[in-house]
């Protein structure tokens, strides 16, 4: 089946430690996104690629980073700098210019 | 600046009555409109879009949306709840290009017997 695997669902991060977020899709779509979500806050755009080998910033960049090396990967990474990484985070996929696939999501929580 | 407003956190209904969630957005360009349904600890699933055709779309679940220029609304619809509607509903406006969507706070709906 076709669709986007976001893994692990749940994370938990310790006290300046760096996670990954893994996205991969096998839908062969060129563009992939990662939102943040909170509770009443609908849901932010940190990273979006449009190809391999290139990314761009979204609204609140600061303390992530992303690479994509391959079509069907865009793994994510909270660093130690992002201080309110408590979120769950959703990340999608398009094929053109009319709608988002949506992942599962990924549940990041502080110990 | 593209955004989008939610009117309503919280939608409560009753089985079987009308559903309307509201949205309005503001875009200095024709905008490309979205409705999400989001169930609890999952990802969001497309309900509609709107990209310059009809201005009544239909969706999937029989929800359906009407695009208002003069009004910048796209309001979301469903003619009888079911139980199974109950979800978080998000509306989003396409920046266009590249599916760089801004979405609202999102509604909650609750369907009760």
């Known amino acids: 089946d076709g669709g986007i695997t976001q893994s692990p669902k749940y994370l938990f991060r310790k006290e300046g430690q760096n996670v990954t977020l893994s996205c991969e899709q096998n839908?062969?779509?060129?563009?992939m996104y990662w939102y943040r979500q909170d509770p009443g806050q609908g849901l932010r755009l940190i990273y979006y690629?449009?190809?391999?080998?290139?990314?761009q910033k979204g609204d609140i960049a600061e303390g992530y980073s992303v690479s994509r090396e391959k079509k069907e990967s865009f793994p994510l990474t909270v660093t130690s700098a992002q201080k309110n990484p408590t979120a769950f985070y959703l990340c999608?996929?398009?094929?053109?210019?009319?709608?988002?696939?949506f992942g599962s999501g990924t549940q990041l929580s502080v110990l | 600046a593209q955004s989008v407003t939610q009117l309503g956190s919280h939608v409560s209904v009753s089985e079987g009555a009308l559903v309307l969630l509201r949205c309005n957005y503001s875009?200095?360009?024709?905008?490309?409109l979205f409705w999400y349904v989001q169930y609890p600890n999952q990802g969001l699933q497309l309900l509609l879009k709107?990209?310059?055709?009809?201005?009544l779309v239909k969706g999937i679940n029989g929800f359906e949306a009407e695009f208002k220029k003069s009004e910048t609304s796209f309001h979301l619809t469903k003619p009888s709840a079911h139980m199974s509607d109950a979800a978080e509903y998000f509306c989003?406006?396409?920046?266009?290009?590249?599916?760089?969507?801004?979405f609202g706070a999102g509604t909650r709906l609750a369907v009760h017997p």
């Open positions: 999608a996929s398009s094929p053109d210019t009319f709608g988002l696939f």
């Open positions: 839908l062969n779509h060129d563009a």
């Open positions: 690629s449009q190809i391999v080998n290139d990314f």
């Open positions: 875009s200095s360009v024709p905008p490309y």
């Open positions: 709107y990209t310059s055709a009809a201005t």
């Open positions: 989003a406006v396409s920046l266009g290009g590249y599916n760089k969507l801004i």
